[in-house]
């Protein structure tokens, strides 16, 4: 009996030998592979222009499961202003020439360079000769613009809105200042042929050379039209 069923068992072994030895259907990409890929996508990860970037993962997705095969791993660097504060990185997982998988790595960014801060709360309209601001580390990924190198770059410009302590100072804060402004007083040259006189007026409107603007003159009953000759200088001509 024992030699009738040896023929049977070692059938059995042959069997469960050829099954264990069979090639796997699938294979796992670890996370942190995914995120290194993505990683060396960024435009940058070191000090470049005086800015020092870091970057941290962030929402890591799980290790990939996907099909067994030659495995490439492809990305492309981010489009749009660079560096800002958030940035996500798609990782194509492409086997045997074919992509089988998408992952997105999320990346919080910091880019911190020397740059200036406003030093006290101030109001919208505030001429920049006037501002207090002092040299502080910024960080201009999440910067909403780009930074003001220096103050002389805000010659007859003001803030266009209110700001506080603290934030960085942004060009894009800033607007011209007007050769004529609203309700500001005005010198007013007033011509009737050869005659010039001279009065004061306010404007009622903002201007600059060369635009028409509204004038109540000191004295009138109704606005007339005048035109800007120069900052804070109007003329009539009758």
Known sequence: MKAAHFPIALGLVCCMGVAHAAAPTEQTIPA?????VARAALPATASV?????????????PDAIVPAGAVDLRTEAPVGRWPRSR????????????????????FAVKAQRNGFVYAQDTPAGTAAAKLKMQSHEID???ASGAPVESPDQLANERLKRGVHA???VLKSDFEAIPDVDRNARVIVHVRYGDIRL??????????DVGDQVAVMVEGAQSPVQARVEAKGVVDIAR
Do not use: C, M, Y
């Not at 001279?198 to 201007?207: E, F, I, N, P, S």
């Open 87 to 106: 940035v996500a990185i798609p990782v194509e997982v492409w086997v045997n020439n074919k992509v089988v998988r998408t992952e997105s790595i999320w």
């Open 140 to 142: 201009v990924a999440d």
């Open 198 to 207: 001279q009065a004061v007026a306010t404007a009622l409107q903002a201007g």
């Open 49 to 61: 222009a005086g800015i020092k970037i870091t970057t941290r993962a962030i929402g890591v997705p």
């Open 166 to 168: 603290g934030w960085p």
């Open 32 to 36: 942190r592979r995914l995120v290194e």
